[in-house]
């Protein structure tokens, strides 16, 4: 799992990446909510004031849903402009392709594609990306932490998996995540809140 430091680090080496390639974007479009972070730092290191977002679904919690949508569309005139389209990760490449030709029916001048971590499973290349992973395994970053793991939970609870040092042992095995074991017992305790308050 990237730290909140590592993600800093390296969204400032994409900003390089991108400098030196001599691309001057005139406008940033993040693809939510993954790439609102790494955008906001680039637009910083690009000293870029104009940056806008557009929402597509695709990832469920490890699995991808059968297509990917464009939920929030896009609000503002990229006509004629040169456009860095920026998410975290590219998985499966499918929401950065479907993002991609959703933006070209706007006319914009170029589009160039930017990403933290790219698969090398993705059947979609990044112009840009700092880090690239060869043997797929599943990324989770600071701003997702709890969401994914709460899906991967609740998969195993389904399966009769409950306690929380099963489920530190799968999530290891399964999933190669290494997490403290008070986040797990905070999680199961939520659920369990959760599951109380709707039951009541």
Same mark, same amino acid.
């Not at 699995?63 to 990917?68: D, F, M, T």
């Given at each position: 799992?990237?730290?909140?430091?590592?993600?800093?680090?390296?969204?400032?080496?994409?900003?390089?990446?991108?400098?030196?390639?001599?691309?001057?974007? $005139?406008?940033?479009?993040?693809?939510?909510?993954? $790439?609102?972070?790494?955008?906001?730092?680039?637009?910083?290191?690009?000293?870029?004031?104009?940056?806008?977002?557009?929402?597509?679904?695709?990832?469920?919690?490890?699995?991808?849903?059968?297509?990917?949508?464009?939920?929030?569309?896009?609000?503002?005139?990229?006509?004629?402009?040169?456009?860095?389209?920026?998410?975290?990760?590219?998985?499966?490449?499918?929401?950065?392709?479907?993002?991609?030709?959703?933006?070209?029916?706007?006319?914009?001048?170029?589009?160039?594609?930017?990403?933290?971590?790219?698969?090398?499973?993705?059947?979609?290349?990044?112009?840009?990306?700092?880090?690239?992973?060869?043997?797929?395994?599943?990324?989770?970053?600071?701003?997702?932490?709890?969401?994914?793991?709460? $899906?991967?939970?609740? $998969?195993?609870?389904?399966?009769?998996?409950?306690?929380?040092?099963?489920?530190?042992?799968?999530?290891?095995?399964?999933?190669?995540?290494?997490?403290?074991?008070?986040?797990?017992?905070?999680?199961?305790?939520?659920?369990?809140?959760?599951?109380?308050?709707?039951?009541?």
């Amino acid at each position: 799992m990237p730290s909140w430091m590592s993600v800093i680090r390296d969204s400032e080496k994409l900003s390089y990446l991108i400098k030196h390639s001599r691309y001057r974007p $005139g406008i940033l479009v993040a693809i939510g909510r993954g $790439g609102f972070v790494p955008a906001r730092i680039l637009c910083d290191h690009l000293l870029l004031r104009d940056m806008t977002s557009i929402k597509v679904e695709h990832w469920g919690v490890a699995k991808p849903r059968k297509k990917a949508v464009i939920k929030f569309p896009l609000c503002a005139d990229i006509k004629a402009k040169r456009v860095l389209l920026v998410d975290d990760i590219t998985d499966t490449g499918e929401t950065l392709r479907i993002s991609l030709e959703y933006l070209k029916g706007f006319a914009p001048k170029e589009i160039r594609t930017a990403v933290l971590v790219h698969k090398a499973t993705s059947r979609f290349q990044p112009d840009y990306y700092v880090r690239k992973i060869i043997k797929w395994r599943w990324v989770i970053f600071p701003w997702h932490i709890r969401e994914d793991l709460t $899906g991967f939970i609740q $998969g195993m609870e389904a399966e009769g998996i409950r306690s929380w040092q099963s489920i530190y042992s799968e999530l290891k095995s399964r999933y190669g995540i290494s997490i403290k074991s008070k986040t797990i017992k905070e999680i199961l305790s939520e659920l369990e809140a959760n599951e109380f308050h709707h039951s009541s």
